[in-house]
């Protein structure tokens, strides 16, 4: 949720900032915004800024008209998800102190700003937008024309504010340094040759480094050219960061000749998955976490677990309850983690918490995580993202190795959670010895196989892509589309759903089959398109023959059925309209199979639509707000 850019070094400072902005910019697209901090070789230092409303190409159009004679020194840039005023010129980021010495940036919710700024007000500064950010500008302006230090500044500054903040500011008479301070919202500095880069993740500037520091709560952050960096917390104590070493590939962060980011990374689900599973068990057959700051034993001692998140990653934990109550007999809640801790849950030291979160900033999620702490439950967490805050406050984590995910929708992340928390539950299973080596290496080797067969599945689009063109071609064929499925299935329907209403802005549902016939069969009109995900009729032969069931009533009322069924299916073949055939698999691993068409159904019907398919109105890839 909005992306922030710092950047002290030889570089154009202009073009690693809207490059990184541009890297940034799924974290929010409402407006962009940039400062540089110019110094001329006769003369004063001093600050420009530009800013727009709407995507970053509205900015680049306005920096492209500019004369670039004389490079900038240093630079702060900015892309806005809106929380406080609409997406607008004036509410855009960089704000000015009063005095227009400070330009600031901001990512997250200063809660007291309203009380801050009846304050200023009243010390007679005219405020010039609708943001919560442009308090953080003045105070900072005030507290730098007090001795002209701009991390003392800040640290002053942060004293005064509540709730969430990234902040970067960057002052006209100092040209050789950026500061930045982080509370309960993602900043990660970028370490490089004599350059030193700020961001929100480092996505924004591994084409230059890979070499990173992870900051701490409530700490700041000074990039100066001459002394590098330095970190201190709120309180003014010299502090350090964590360096890290970051592998993510530059080419990830690039389209590769694919027409969307979405695109690609649908494709780049089969090496995702294997890269996920790849070196998880060790020599004597354990499955290896990545992080673990809690023993075999307290593993034994959970009698409960709560699987906690928000979004794709909470229908990853939907199907992993089904997993890990079947594998282990230990019994497991899902919850969305913006519910969790307003329920006040009955968490104890025997309860496991598995946080899921691609981002490893979800701001739901992570105070769900930290109300689970507060009640001494044990935290695990599934996370995309090395260097994150979830992962960082977990007592043990397992990394998903999806590399960045770019489009707000996500995909192979989805299939990598699925992975990792298949790979959890039979962690548990084996620690408590409810299965033996040799039922979890035949689960294994299911999962090892999976690449294999999600490759398969995507080779096959081209049906499902032709039924999303002509829905989207007939009058009013795909105004509300219904997905069921049932057991696994479920989670599967709602994520298709889920897929479509964010590609595509269409009223998509996703249901238990069973519970159609309880009030939503009623939405049902002649030609309602209705997606089922059917089990695999060899094993689960019972929730086969009910989900034929459940065809059977939705066409009797006027729908086209299609139908997600496993090859050779000849029975789903003959009741539903259309089938898209995925590889056999066993039921509770099926959900890495048949949420690939339904990806690709929502992408190919969006883009008959003309929607804008990585970066869909109104949403942010990661959200950093409550
Ligand atoms: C946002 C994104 C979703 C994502 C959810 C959870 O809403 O648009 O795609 O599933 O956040 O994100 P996380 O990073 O915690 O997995």
């Excluded at 001093?46 to 004679?69: P, T």
């Excluded at 982080?182 to 040759?193: A, E, I, K, T, Y």
Aim: hydrophobic share 45%; net charge negative.
């Amino acid at each position: 949720m909005c992306g922030i850019v710092g950047y002290v070094g030889a570089r154009s400072v202009v073009d690693v900032v809207i490059d990184g902005l541009r890297r940034l910019e799924y974290r929010g697209y409402d407006s962009a915004g940039v400062a540089l901090v110019y110094a001329p070789e006769t003369g004063e230092p001093y600050l420009e800024f530009d800013k727009k409303a709407g995507k970053l190409a509205n900015l680049e159009a306005v920096l492209d008209g500019q004369d670039r004679s004389l490079e900038a020194a240093c630079g702060i840039g900015h892309t806005r998800w809106a929380t406080h005023g609409v997406p607008s010129d004036r509410n855009a980021h960089p704000h000015l102190s009063a005095d227009g010495r400070i330009s600031l940036i901001h990512n997250g919710i200063i809660e007291n700003f309203g009380q801050l700024r009846v304050e200023l007000e009243a010390s007679g500064i005219e405020f010039l937008s609708d943001t919560d950010t442009e308090v953080a500008a003045h105070l900072l302006g005030r507290e730098y024309a007090v001795d002209g230090d701009l991390t003392e500044a800040m640290t002053r500054v942060c004293a005064r504010l509540e709730g969430a903040f990234t902040l970067l500011a960057v002052a006209a008479d100092d040209p050789d340094t950026v500061v930045g301070a982080r509370r309960n919202s993602p900043l990660v500095v970028g370490l490089g040759d004599g350059e030193y880069f700020l961001a929100s993740d480092v996505a924004a500037f591994i084409a230059y480094t890979t070499e990173a520091i992870e900051l701490g709560q409530d700490q700041i952050v000074t990039i100066n050219r001459e002394n590098g960096i330095t970190v201190r917390g709120f309180d003014g104590q010299p502090s350090e960061g964590k360096p890290f070493s970051v592998d993510w590939d530059i080419a990830a962060a690039e389209k590769g000749g694919f027409e969307t980011f979405m695109a690609k990374e649908i494709h780049e689900q089969p090496q995702a998955v294997a890269d996920t599973l790849r070196g998880r068990i060790d020599e004597t057959g354990q499955i290896v976490l990545d992080e673990v700051r809690m023993s075999d034993q307290d593993f034994r001692d959970i009698d409960k677990v709560f699987i906690v998140a928000c979004g794709t990653s909470y229908h990853a934990g939907l199907v992993t309850k089904y997993a890990i109550e079947h594998w282990t007999r230990i019994p497991c809640e899902v919850e969305l983690a913006s519910e969790f801790r307003y329920r006040d849950p009955v968490l104890d030291r025997s309860t496991l918490v598995v946080v899921i979160s691609q981002s490893g900033e979800t701001m739901d999620t992570l105070m769900a995580l930290r109300h689970a702490k507060d009640q001494k439950a044990r935290v695990l967490a599934i996370s995309n993202t090395v260097g994150s805050t979830i992962p960082r406050e977990s007592d043990a984590v397992l990394y998903t190795r999806a590399g960045i995910e770019v489009a707000v929708a996500s995909t192979k992340a989805f299939l990598t959670q699925l992975a990792a928390c298949y790979l959890v539950g039979l962690h548990l299973a084996q620690v408590r010895g409810i299965k033996y080596a040799d039922e979890v290496s035949a689960i294994l080797d299911e999962l090892v196989a999976a690449p294999g067969k999600i490759a398969k599945v995507i080779e096959n689009l081209e049906p499902i892509r032709q039924m999303a063109r002509d829905l989207a071609a007939a009058e009013d064929g795909a105004a509300r589309v219904l997905f069921i499925g049932r057991h696994v299935g479920y989670p599967v329907a709602l994520e298709g759903a889920l897929k479509l209403k964010e590609l595509a802005y269409l009223h998509a549902e996703g249901f238990a089959a069973g519970e159609l016939k309880h009030g939503p069969i009623s939405l049902i009109e002649d030609g309602t398109p209705v997606v089922a995900i059917v089990p695999s009729p060899r094993g689960r032969s019972l929730l086969h023959d009910k989900i034929i069931s459940n065809i059977q009533e939705v066409k009797a009322r006027g729908a086209k059925v299609i139908a997600i069924c496993e090859e050779g299916d000849a029975i789903t073949a003959s009741h539903a309209d259309f089938t898209v055939e995925t590889p056999a698999s066993p039921t509770l691993l099926a959900p890495l199979l048949t949420t690939v068409p339904l990806q690709e159904f929502a992408i190919e019907l969006a883009m008959a639509l003309g929607r804008d398919i990585d970066q869909p109105r109104n949403l942010a890839k990661s959200v950093t707000v409550e």
